[in-house]
């Protein structure tokens, strides 16, 4: 055999071996992601993924799928596949029939508005099948072209159709989208009716363009019944209507009942229901959850809703059920209109809580009223109750009685996120938070800008409120008593936080404290302002107990800091009590005995009018002891009188105070014995400055047109002047230069102050509602540097304190997993991006070869490919390195042999 022909045939050979090995992976390949799409109206476009249980259509209902189930043992085939692709119906009957067919299409069009109803037979005078649709398998219903079209409850004579449209059972798994199902409320004699669709023991989904309406029930969920099983609502669905409602005893909207069942909406509407029922089983006008269900609501509204003789006009939680708001979920809203109400004397407009857990994540309580509890209500009744607030707002609810936003009788409420701002209790007690016994524990977050006659932030009428670390209760205004907080017949442990810019009309503008118990290891109570000036920070009207301040900062400016109006005795073993105002009092005493007020150990007292006032002249104070210390200025900048009275200079050899200037703020540094600490008097000053002027005061400036809010110590005649989108001109400013390379800011704002300030100011920037709970980081133009700080978004607004005033500007903060995230892209962005580069390094549950949870069969997609793929893959590359030996052979053989 001649040497060429070898070479080609050994070609040849590789040739075929490259095909083959080639061809298998392109084919796997092209399996696993070959494109299932097609054209609109057309069988494959319309109809949804086969359950598990079901093999794909073949084209052919009386031939086996190739790709489906093996021959039986016995060598015969199995039954065929479900019927495939669409049907259309043009009555209640047809529809009926197809549903309730085991091998009915998968996609059920409904092609003209129908009439559901019962099937009389008049031969015999009886009703010889019931109307309602048993759905036992998967199946979507919809409207065909020219839809949306309605299913209305029947009401002529003898087919009046009482019972529900659809019963979903073990094994269904229905679908409704673009479709309308009408109860014909009114036209139907109640309380004959049923659910329009009962869920038990199967799942119920409502998609885009599904509404349920106008019915009204006389068992429980006037739209849906969920006995046991699920019901999820997605895109534009909706459960009721204006004038369109559902109604019944209980979850008017939608009622979910038993352990394990399970409600979710990510998007839609429950609007206008109402529960009708009376006390205890009357509540939820929207939705009513119960007997160990879970309800997640990450986005859609439930507004509108009523509940009329019971609690939870928006929403019903009861005996063991879980509620978790996050995302973009709004239960209320902006407009009256869309207030969810207890009405009469019931509780809880927005969410009732009864022997249940609520947690929020996101998401607003917005706009609702009740007799108690206008956005919440909690109540531990005979089981455990409990509210979790990590973030979200509760946001101008209001209460004709007590707690504008929250009211909690017993349970425990931990807030450790989020805001609650804007909620009025106009006739009684508790704009933000009332608490009538339980624990409420507050380490994050803010409550601010609450209304109300006492205790506009928090009013405690029993029980125990914590508060620590970063939490925030500012703004508050009170008409009468406790700007900040009121403490009645309760516990307040001050751990941390800060009570800061609330007002009481009359007493106590940071807290007043009645017949309490009142403690205070750390945290700042300062800003605050009283009417008469009593108590501006803190007003002990009838202490439980003895008072001690063991930790923390409290300070006022004019007035009397500390008020104490019975006989008990204040002790400041630790932290410091301020008075930066020469006309007002550190501590004033209204007792009889002039020992109950001691500064010892590590206590401070400074003022720069009395330290110690007595109501009964007669009296003196006689001096810390101890390591306690008590400083007096007596002039605008020194000498300061010490303990008993030593005059000093401003920085004298050995002294036990002077000024001094700490991180660019003035303040008076001291040290005696172990009590060695900084007061700060709030002002941004050289070495040698003198305290803020006489005539400062503390004020919140507010520019209208932008909402941007300044808190500082302002002469009287202080502007605030704010520009919108503006920094220092390009080329004038290196720190502005510097801050446009990091992108476009989500808000940018030019604030300066006419007329004079001094010290740190508190900044409130508007953001919105949509970034709260988010991480953002402020840069500001301080001087020719930029100073960045990294602070949290809540109540549409980022808050933080600045030493200076500049233009500011907004950024959301990057996400570290994020290497394409541009730094003015949002936290939420970021956290998609981070997301979807775990997936497709195979971190996710689609990466390759991973595996679908509860299931441990691998998963492929397009762009993965199993073991096979890869061993077809080695061989293929073999094949080429086959090819390539064999040309070069085959060249090899063509020069050397001989010519012609």
Not at 99 to 116: H, K, M, Y
Not at 175 to 187: P, S
Not at 493 to 511: E, F
Not at 825 to 834: I, L, M, R, W
Request: proline share 5%.
């Amino acid at each position: 055999m001649k040497k060429g022909t070898n070479g080609m045939k050994l070609l040849a050979l590789a040739l075929c071996l490259c095909l083959v090995a080639i061809g298998w992976p392109v084919a796997t390949l092209a399996s696993a992601s070959a494109d299932v799409s097609a054209a609109p109206g057309s069988v494959a476009a319309s109809t949804p993924a086969p359950s598990p249980s079901e093999a794909p259509p073949s084209g052919d209902e009386t031939s086996p799928d190739p790709s489906g189930p093996p021959p039986a043992a016995n060598g015969s085939l199995m039954p065929p596949a479900p019927r495939a692709g669409t049907v259309t119906v043009s009555t209640w009957w047809d529809l009926k029939a197809e549903v309730e067919d085991p091998d009915g299409a998968p996609v059920i069009l409904v092609g003209s508005a129908l009439t559901a109803k019962d099937k009389f037979d008049s031969a015999t005078g009886t009703f010889i099948a019931a109307g309602t649709i048993a759905v036992t398998r998967r199946v979507t219903i919809q409207s065909a072209a020219g839809g949306p079209f309605t299913i209305t409850r029947s009401d002529r004579p003898f087919e009046e159709f009482f019972t529900a449209f659809f019963k979903v059972t073990a094994g269904g798994e229905l679908t409704l989208q673009n479709v309308t199902l009408d109860g014909n409320r009114g036209q139907i004699p109640v309380p004959a009716n049923e659910s329009l669709v009962v869920v038990d023991n199967g799942i119920l989904t409502l998609g885009d363009g599904a509404v349920l309406k106008n019915n009204s029930s006389k068992d429980n969920g006037g739209g849906v019944n969920v006995r046991q099983g699920a019901l999820t609502m997605s895109g534009t669905a909706q459960i009721g209507g204006t004038g369109e409602a559902n109604t019944a005893p209980m979850g008017g909207g939608v009622f979910v009942t038993g352990a394990g069942s399970k409600l979710t909406i990510t998007g839609g509407k429950i609007i206008g229901n109402k529960a009708t029922g009376a006390s205890p089983n009357g509540c939820g006008g929207g939705v009513a959850v119960e007997g160990g269900a879970t309800f997640d609501m990450s986005g859609g509204s439930i507004q509108g809703n009523t509940s009329e003789q019971d609690n939870g006009g928006g929403v019903a939680v009861r005996t063991g059920a879980q509620f978790t708001l996050s995302g973009t979920a709004q239960i209320g809203g902006g407009d009256p209109a869309q207030a969810n109400k207890a009405e009469n004397l019931y509780s809880g407009g927005g969410v009732f809580v009864d022997d249940a857990t609520f947690t929020m994540l996101g998401g607003s309580v917005m706009g609702n009223t009740a007799h108690n509890g206008g956005g919440v209500f909690l109540w531990q009744n005979r089981g455990t109750a409990s509210f979790i607030m990590r973030g979200g707002s509760i946001t101008n609810n209001e209460s004709r009685i007590y707690g504008g936003g929250v009211y909690m009788s017993n349970g425990t409420f931990n807030m450790t996120g989020g805001s609650i701002t804007g909620n009025e209790a106009p006739r009684s007690n508790g704009g933000g938070v009332y608490v009538w016994g339980g624990t409420f524990n507050m380490s994050d977050g803010g409550i601010s800008g609450n209304t109300a006659n006492r205790g506009s932030g928090v009013y405690l009428d029993a029980g125990t409120l914590n508060l620590s670390g970063t939490a925030r209760i500012d703004g508050n205004t009170a008409y009468i008593d406790g700007g900040g907080v009121y403490a009645g017949y309760a516990t307040f442990n001050m751990q941390g936080g800060s009570i800061t810019g609330n007002r009481g009309d009359s007493l106590g503008g940071g807290v007043f404290v009645d017949s309490s118990i009142f403690t205070m290891t750390d945290g700042r109570i300062t800003g605050n302002t009283a009417g008469g000036g009593a108590g501006m920070a803190v007003y002990l009207s009838n202490p439980a107990n003895d008072v001690e301040i063991s930790g923390g900062l409290l300070s006022a400016q004019g007035g009397s800091a500390i008020l104490i109006a019975q006989n008990k005795a204040l002790t400041v073993s630790g932290g410091a009590v301020m008075q930066t105002d020469k006309s007002g009092t550190a501590i004033y005493y209204r007792g009889d005995y002039a020992d109950q007020v001691k500064v010892t150990n590590s206590g401070t007292v400074y003022s720069r009018g009395k330290v110690v006032e007595y109501e009964n002249t007669a009296l003196t104070f006689p001096g810390p002891s101890g390591d306690g210390l008590v400083i007096l200025q007596t002039g605008s900048h020194a000498p300061y009188a010490v303990g008993a009275g030593t005059d000093l200079t401003t920085d004298p050899a050995g002294a036990a105070a002077k000024w001094a200037v700490e991180g660019g703020t003035g303040g008076v540094r001291y040290e005696n014995g172990a009590n060695v600490g900084f007061l700060p008097l709030g002002v941004a000053v050289g070495q040698e400055a003198p305290p803020q002027p006489d005539n400062y005061s503390v004020r919140t400036l507010r520019d209208d047109a932008t909402g941007v809010e300044v808190t500082a110590y302002c002469a009287p005649n202080a502007v605030l002047t704010v520009i919108k989108d503006h920094l220092h001109d390009k080329g004038a400013c290196a720190a502005c230069d510097a801050i446009r390379q990091s992108g476009a800011p989500a808000a940018a704002y030019d604030i300066s102050i006419e007329g004079g300030y001094s010290g740190c100011l508190d900044l409130a920037l508007p953001l919105g509602q949509g970034r709260d709970g988010q991480e953002v980081l402020v840069r500001h133009c301080k001087g020719s540097q930029v100073e960045d700080m990294t602070l949290t978004a809540g109540g549409g607004y980022v808050r933080g304190t600045f030493s200076s005033l500049s233009p500011f500007a907004v950024f959301g903060k990057a996400s570290s997993s994020s290497s394409s995230s541009s730094s003015g892209s949002s936290s939420s962005s970021n956290s998609s991006s981070s997301q979807s580069a775990s997936s497709s390094q195979g971190g996710g549950s689609n990466s390759s070869g991973g595996s679908v949870p509860g299931s441990s069969r691998p998963q492929t997609n397009g762009s993965s490919a199993g073991p096979m793929f890869w061993i077809w893959y080695v061989l293929g590359a073999v094949a080429v390195l086959v090819i390539a030996g064999a040309l070069v052979l085959h060249k090899r053989y063509r020069g050397s042999g001989p010519k012609g």
